[in-house]
């Protein structure tokens, strides 16, 4: 895995906890969207060079992937597309990252992330109080609403941590915490390829996670950019509703508006 241009914006921190950015060479708008995110909040982090998943070759795909499994998922839409094989090879990189320089846990982040000004002090509340086997959600998406309860032994004025009830219900991997053993098992479960890199419930009942955990209220949210994932292949139509400003706001608001529709959240006593 390509790991380039480190971005040091302070020269003491009071955090271990490394942040790995990926990034699409192809996507210099997004860059510079997150190097703004990050001016000003003391925070150390590296960018990762995404995969690209178009370019790959169908052998490399037959040698990565359980395509069997890929090709059932996709029989009635095809979402389970090249870009999406590549995000997975992209956080499999950042595992073996983990795992090879023996960090505790690391701070998985997309370029379209929005960030809050005190993410230190979350990022320094998780060190202290994340075990390993951990996965930690910043940011999530739900399919339908997500039943939230307080982890024990919290501040019950201002607890952070949460378990979802209904782990079957929520998605998204744009800023995610994962612990060196997490990384291992997920790393070791998804190889070949079988499933993409935020199915939470099927890690989770797997026992590749030993806690799923989600920050409430979420501290990160995620900018209005189009998708890099390739979940639509490119058409004609599509690259002209891109270079149209005005479909291009459509797209974006629509975009925003999904957004919200995907975060409906319980907090259940």
Same mark, same amino acid.
């Given at each position: *895995?390509?790991?380039?241009?480190? +971005? #040091? ?7 271990? *906890? ?7 060479? %192809? ?16 925070? $150390? ?20 992937? $359980? *395509? ?5 998922? #996709? ?12 995000? %997975? ?22 370029? $379209?992330?929005?960030?809050? $000004? ?17 996965? +930690? ?15 024990? #032994?919290?501040? #019950? ?28 098992? *997920? ?5 070949? +390829? ?44 599509? &690259? ?11 797209? &974006? ?6 957004? +919200? ?9």
């Amino acid at each position: *895995m390509a790991l380039n241009n480190r +971005i #040091n914006l302070s020269k003491e921190l009071a955090y271990s *906890m490394k942040i790995f950015v990926t990034n699409l060479k %192809t996507s210099p708008d997004r860059r510079t969207h997150i190097i703004k995110e990050f001016e000003g909040k003391g925070l $150390d982090f590296s960018f990762v060079d995404c995969v690209i998943g178009k370019d790959l070759s169908e052998k490399e795909l037959h040698e990565k992937c $359980d *395509m069997k499994k890929i090709n059932h998922f #996709n029989r009635e839409v095809e979402w389970f597309t090249k870009g999406v094989i590549g995000c %997975t090879l992209t956080n499999q990189n950042t595992y073996r990252t983990i795992i090879e320089n023996n960090y505790e846990m690391a701070l998985l982040l997309e370029d $379209d992330t929005i960030l809050p $000004d005190n993410l230190k002090q979350i990022l320094t509340e998780i060190e202290n109080s994340a075990k390993q086997g951990d996965v +930690i959600l910043l940011f999530y998406l739900t399919y339908t609403t997500l039943k939230l309860k307080a982890l024990a #032994n919290q501040n #019950n004025e201002r607890p952070l941590f949460y378990e979802p009830l209904n782990p079957e219900c929520i998605h998204g991997g744009s800023a995610v915490v994962v612990t060196r053993k997490a990384a291992e098992n *997920m790393l070791k479960y998804n190889t070949p +390829i079988r499933m993409s890199p935020d199915s939470w419930k099927d890690f989770y009942e797997a026992n590749c996670i030993g806690r799923l955990l989600c920050v409430h209220p979420m501290p990160i949210n995620t900018a209005d950019f189009g998708t890099t994932m390739g979940y639509v292949r490119d058409s004609v139509v599509r &690259k002209l509703m891109i270079s149209n400003p005005f479909t291009r706001f459509v797209l &974006k608001m629509k975009r925003k508006f999904y957004r +919200i529709s995907k975060q409906k959240v319980e907090i259940v006593k």
